[in-house]
């Protein structure tokens, strides 16, 4: 430690802020230190096997931390990447690195799952123990989870109500977006190559590199191409997965390559400042960005989500199927409902899904087919891009009906009619299941309506169960709870 000259230099702890604007922990340790800013990012293989993170999620935050390596190196940062093989490791792992690159402080944003929040907890224990400074930023998120409470004090369970009084607050104090983080004095660490691969963790999608480019310039690009061309037309176009509606930003904000101020900031001023109100399209952008929010403040007031319990404590005594058969079919998108198979044949070929698709797929699993909506959210992780627990969970409970969906009745799907909605042309199923690309007219969200012949000679399966006997058995299961 530096100690003698009175001089800090301070440790950042990269993980799921994979940029360098607007990065909190960054920004306040580039003005905290007058010897030096190092940073650090720890390959955390257990950690992320018990997450189920995926490979191509995996490979995205490798190819956005060598671009974050990139930018740090301009500001005298270096970047130094170390493997910690078993999370027990991670604290020591830490310390011995703070200790080579002689850093008396350390900075990190926090991380909101059980696991990680304890993890974060320990870590600064050990460092304030061994004599270093610890700070801890709320980054990932506009609001630090547990601050939007209702009237009586208690976490908000319903998503409306908590956009209000979160749009209340943000009224009353704006948005701020932190610029750069200041440049440092050159020092005697040496940074670290990003490794290309971590091995257990490859990814399922070949093109992922063209499919998803990486970095936070490239992401800015995309986030203002989005307001200028098509913010305006996101409440009507949004639900249309054959259009280019949405912004395609969850991968970038679960890694923190853009930060959700960043996003709100660039919507509010589009739209002249107007968080509920003005442009109907960019006032509905900016309420999607608060479901992410949400459910991120759901994970810290009801931890029990984040340990596969549902939100709906009743809903546990649901008899789940787990017909394995049923399970693989829908993975493989082999069930015979057109919309289902797009959907999720989009997922294993590109790790994303539409959003609309995500319910209905999910909808699909856990009503039609009545499987456990675990089995569902852990195939999406080892899938996704942008997996995130407090997204992911909170969009799986919602469809299951366990969550935190507002309803006072059951939704349930009609994947044919959700697909003649969404998809009424069929282009998005015809881009994803080439069996049905010369099927004509209706049939496309419904082949049992070809003549026999017609059908017969497709080679695409017959639906696994009927829709309408399915919700009967669903609404009786819901109803027996009581
Ligand atoms: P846009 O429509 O452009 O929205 C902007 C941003 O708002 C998104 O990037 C995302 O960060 C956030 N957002 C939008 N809708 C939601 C939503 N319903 N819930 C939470 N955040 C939202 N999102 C994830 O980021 N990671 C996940 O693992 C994830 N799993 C999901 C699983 C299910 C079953 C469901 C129904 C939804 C899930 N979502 C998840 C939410 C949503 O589907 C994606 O965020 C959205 O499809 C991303 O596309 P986009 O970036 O074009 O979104």
């Not at 992922?208 to 800015?220: D, M, N, S, T, V």
């Not at 479901?291 to 009743?314: L, N």
């Amino acid at each position: 430690m530096s100690t003698a000259t009175a001089k800090r230099r301070a440790l950042v702890w990269v993980r799921r802020d994979l940029r360098i604007a607007d990065n909190h922990a960054l920004y306040h340790a580039s003005r905290w230190a007058d010897d030096g800013v190092v940073a650090v990012f720890v390959v955390s293989p257990e950690e992320w096997a018990d997450h189920d993170d995926a490979g191509i999620k995996v490979d995205f935050w490798l190819r956005n931390l060598k671009e974050m390596q990139t930018g740090l190196a301009k500001l005298n940062i270096p970047l130094v990447v170390v493997t910690a093989k078993k999370r027990t490791e991670i604290v020591s792992t830490l310390l011995k690195v703070a200790k080579d690159a002689a850093c008396d402080g350390l900075f990190f944003n926090n991380e909101y799952e059980v696991n990680e929040s304890r993890r974060d907890d320990t870590v600064e224990r050990h460092f304030s123990k061994h004599g270093h400074e610890v700070q801890r930023f709320d980054d990932h998120v506009l609001m630090k989870p547990g601050e939007v409470r209702t009237g009586q004090g208690g976490m908000f369970t319903v998503f409306t109500p908590f956009k209000k009084a979160l749009y209340k607050i943000l009224e009353q104090h704006p948005v701020e977006v932190l610029g750069s983080p200041k440049r440092q004095l050159e020092i005697a660490v040496k940074g670290t190559p990003v490794p290309e691969h971590v091995a257990g963790f490859e990814s399922h999608v070949k093109n992922a590199a063209e499919l998803w480019p990486a970095g936070e310039k490239w992401a800015h690009k995309r986030l203002s191409t989005f307001i200028e061309k098509r913010v305006a037309a996101y409440k009507e176009e949004r639900d249309t997965p054959s259009v280019d509606a949405t912004s395609m930003l969850s991968p970038h904000l679960a890694a923190g390559v853009v930060s959700p101020r960043q996003c709100v900031a660039a919507a509010l001023e589009w739209n002249k400042g107007k968080l509920d109100a003005g442009n109907a399209g960019a006032a509905h952008w900016i309420s999607e960005v608060v479901w992410r929010e949400f459910y991120q403040h759901i994970i810290v007031g009801f931890p029990r989500v984040v340990m596969g319990r549902a939100f709906k404590p009743a809903t546990e005594a649901l008899k789940w199927s787990y017909d394995t058969e049923h399970f693989e079919r829908w993975k493989a998108g082999k069930t015979g409902v057109p919309i289902v198979d797009a959907a999720m044949r989009q997922l294993l070929e590109t790790g994303w899904m539409h959003n609309r698709l995500r319910m209905v797929s999910a909808m699909y699993l856990t009503k039609d087919l009545f499987i456990d909506w675990r089995w569902g959210e852990k195939h999406f992780m080892k899938h996704l891009i942008d997996g995130d627990l407090a997204s992911n969970n909170g969009g799986w409970q919602w469809s299951a009906s366990t969550g935190t969906d507002a309803a006072p009745y059951f939704r349930i799907f009609n994947p044919v009619s959700q697909s003649e909605k969404c998809d009424p042309k069929g282009e998005f199923i015809r881009r994803y299941v080439p069996e049905l690309r010369d099927v004509e007219g209706d049939a496309i969200h419904d082949p049992s309506q070809l003549p026999g012949l017609q059908r017969s000679r497709l080679e695409y399966p017959e639906v696994m169960v009927d829709h309408s006997k399915a919700r009967d058995r669903v609404m009786e299961a819901f109803r027996a709870l009581g």
